[in-house]
């Protein structure tokens, strides 16, 4: 179902953040992307500590660093992904794509060696949107640093309820406890791994997509999100 094209139809084409009208199918116009204020560091995944020098880890032994672009608190960004994620607009994960490749462009990172990897939706929740929005932002970064993508490699069988109808961090946890399959694992073995997804709350899905790919014998994992809260 063409829903951004509904939306497109039946809305003007106006920014969702300042509502200057727009010339392309984005959703919130290139000043308003250009004014959302970047993180200029990794964090710990654990504690969510800054990074600044990626030498110095606190906890070392956890799955993932974490690379979140900026806050979900950002009215533009927020805009921008519950366009995606509740109303369908596809468009909406080319600028997000876009907010975390000048994120990783500011923060330096250089991963030729790396491998990508979307956060999947669940199978029926994806053939309900048409689209997983962590895929389409994977592309667009693996696009723009050269990187090859593995969509296949992680799936998630089971249909868990979303996370943000959980408020609870131990339920949140419970929730998506062993929710992901690999398939293929023998091409995970050694690799570092950029995991991608739209917006990180508690971690607990990414732990447990970075715990699974760590087993089949992943070594570096960087969970890159547009935002986390
Ligand atoms: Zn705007
Ligand atoms: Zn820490």
Redesign the pocket.
């Given at each position: 179902m063409k829903l951004d094209f509904l939306w497109e139809l039946i809305f003007p084409s106006s920014c969702l953040n300042c509502k200057k009208p727009l010339q392309g199918k984005e959703v919130v116009c290139d000043s308003c992307l250009e004014e959302i204020p970047l993180h200029q560091t990794f964090f710990?995944g654990?504690?969510?500590?800054r990074l600044p020098d990626n030498k110095k880890?606190?906890?070392l032994n956890?799955p993932y660093l974490l690379a979140a672009a900026s806050d979900y608190e950002n009215a533009a960004l927020k805009n921008l992904i519950q366009a995606l994620k509740f109303q369908f607009i596809k468009s909406a994960a080319d600028s997000l794509g876009k907010l975390i490749i000048r994120y990783a462009e500011a923060i330096r990172f250089e991963g030729s060696d790396f491998l990508v990897i979307p956060v999947p939706l669940a199978r029926e929740r994806e053939r309900k949107r048409g689209f997983n929005q962590a895929e389409l932002i994977s592309k667009t970064f693996a696009d723009h640093f050269k990187l090859p993508l593995a969509a296949a490699s992680l799936i998630r069988p089971k249909n868990s309820p979303p996370q943000s109808e959980i408020k609870d961090f131990e339920k949140r946890r419970l929730n998506v406890k062993n929710c992901f399959s690999v398939q293929n694992g023998e091409e995970l073995k050694g690799k570092h791994i950029i995991l991608i997804d739209d917006v990180t709350t508690s971690g607990a899905t990414l732990y447990e997509a970075a715990s699974i790919l760590k087993a089949y014998g992943a070594k570096k994992i960087i969970a890159f999100t547009a935002a986390k809260t």
């Open positions: 710990c654990e504690c969510r500590a880890i606190c906890h956890f």
